[in-house]
């Protein structure tokens, strides 16, 4: 899953730590398979641009909105890159944001806060952090990569009228401020429709809810919304995809952090 099915702002310097990930992946027959079904459905999409709407909401109602413009680019063999530029409010806009997802190797991500006019990369021990202020935390902004997780299935249930499998994937990477997840993907398309985040304690967090679909290319489905809900703070964030357009003229070259501070 790209960046539009999963996104205070967490500065640390410091280098990734390895995620001492496996090359076979771990867990029972028909959950694995249903994992490689979900990916292979979303495998060959090459390159995207959207412009979405962030809506912050507070435990007592109120609201906040952030206007992002994404860039996601599809990597054979390894995970996507994404580029993700603020461009409203005031206080965010110009920040930029950068992630190389990974299958077998730790995620990199870097991110540039125009008032201090640096590029800071993002440490493993903080992508357990909130990103932006929002529900999503950091390692929610990365591909979704089967190499990721270990997986058992639990069964059947409908969600959003979909008849759905039900996986429970725990992360196999460090530094993960999740336990585990359960994981609900609908049978008809293997879309995500529902994601519950247990905390380090075992502890339901938070759940992310997408929905309207839409499908591009005659292939690809997509959320045009994606709401995180933050069952312990009473918080919330949505993310509304307004435009979304395949077949971009995307290049490695517009991924590269060392232009992040000239990116508008």
């Not at 800071?120 to 979704?144: L, W």
């Not at 336990?179 to 293997?190: E, G």
């Amino acid at each position: 899953m790209n960046f539009l099915s999963r996104i205070v702002l967490i500065t640390a310097l410091g280098c990734t730590a390895s995620y001492g990930l496996a090359s076979e992946i771990k867990g029972d027959e028909k959950a694995i398979a249903i994992a490689k079904e979900r990916k292979a459905r979303d495998t060959g999409w090459g390159a995207n641009e959207a412009k979405v709407l962030m809506l912050l909401k507070n435990s007592q109602g109120k609201e906040a909105t952030r206007k992002l413009e994404v860039k996601s680019l599809e990597v054979k063999d390894d995970g996507d890159k994404a580029l993700t530029v603020f461009e409203s409010p005031r206080d965010v806009k110009g920040t930029a944001f950068l992630s190389f997802s990974h299958a077998l190797e730790a995620d990199e991500q870097w991110i540039f806060l125009p008032a201090l006019k640096r590029v800071k990369r993002i440490s493993s021990q903080s992508k357990s952090g909130p990103f932006v202020g929002s529900e999503f935390a950091f390692e929610d902004m990365t591909s979704y990569e089967v190499e990721k997780f270990s997986y058992t299935f639990l069964g059947e249930e409908e969600v959003n009228g979909e008849a759905c499998f039900v996986l429970k994937q725990v992360p196999e990477y460090d530094f993960s401020g999740y336990s585990y997840q359960k994981v609900w993907i609908d049978k008809s398309h293997y879309r995500v429709q529902k994601v519950e985040f247990f905390d380090r304690k075992e502890s339901l967090l938070k759940t992310l809810y997408l929905s309207d679909y839409k499908q591009y290319k005659n292939k690809f489905w997509r959320p045009m919304k994606s709401l995180m809900r933050n069952v312990q703070t009473k918080k919330s964030t949505s993310l509304i995809t307004e435009e979304l357009t395949f077949d971009t003229d995307l290049q490695e070259s517009d991924f590269d952090k060392n232009r992040l501070k000239r990116v508008r």
